[in-house]
C-alpha cells in the first residue's frame, strides 16, 4: 500500500516495531490457512513520528510533564489531557490521509470498522497491555476513521499504530 499505510498481508511477526504487536499478529493470522481475518490494514509507526515531530507544542508539554512531581497527580492529569488534545488537534499531513483513503477505498463506504491503538510493547513474549489502549468499534466514514486514528495516536501508549479492519 504505502510507507504509512500496510495491508495485513504485508505484516507479520517481524513487524512489530512498525505496526505494533496487534498489526503483526492480525499480519500473523492472516496467513493461517483456513481461518477468516476480516480484511483491514496497519498505519505505521513512521506516520506516528512524523505527526509528533511536526508538532511544536509537544516537546513544551513534555518538558511540563516531567519537570512535575510523581504525586502531582491533578497537574499530571491535566498536562496529560493538554498532550492528548494537542495530538488529537494535528491535522494528518496530505500523504498519509491520501494513503489512508486509498486503503478505505477498497471497501464499502457504509462498513463498519474497528480501529485499535496497537502498540510496539504490546503482545511481547514477556509483557501484554492488551485492551489498556484505545479501541473503537463501529466506526463508519473516512472522517470518523480519521477522527478515531488521531484518537489512537493520542492515547497513551508508546509508538502507537493504529490497525483498522472489518
Not at 478505505?104 to 463498519?112: G, N, T, V, Y
Not at 478515531?148 to 497513551?156: E, L
Request: hydrophobic share 35%; charged share 25%; proline share 5%.
Amino acid at each position: 500500500m504505502s510507507a504509512y499505510v500496510l495491508g495485513f498481508q504485508e505484516v507479520d511477526r517481524n513487524s512489530t516495531a512498525v505496526v505494533g504487536g496487534k498489526g503483526a499478529n492480525l499480519g500473523e493470522l492472516s496467513r493461517i490457512e483456513g481461518l477468516r481475518v476480516p480484511d483491514g490494514f496497519c498505519i505505521s509507526t513512521g506516520a506516528f513520528t512524523r505527526i509528533v515531530g511536526e508538532m511544536p507544542s509537544l516537546d513544551e508539554l513534555l518538558e511540563r510533564l516531567a519537570g512535575l512531581k510523581a504525586g502531582a497527580r491533578d497537574e499530571v492529569s491535566e498536562v496529560s489531557r493538554e498532550i492528548r488534545r494537542a495530538i488529537e488537534g494535528v491535522d494528518i499531513p496530505e500523504d498519509i490521509h491520501v494513503a489512508i483513503a486509498r486503503g478505505l477505498s477498497r471497501f464499502d463506504e457504509s462498513e463498519a470498522f474497528a480501529v485499535r491503538s496497537s502498540a510496539t510493547a504490546e503482545d511481547l513474549p514477556t509483557a501484554s497491555f492488551a485492551g489498556q489502549h484505545d479501541t473503537y468499534l463501529n466506526v463508519i466514514g473516512e472522517p470518523e476513521i480519521l477522527k478515531r486514528i488521531s484518537q489512537c495516536w493520542a492515547s497513551p501508549s508508546p509508538r502507537p499504530s493504529p490497525t483498522t479492519g472489518r
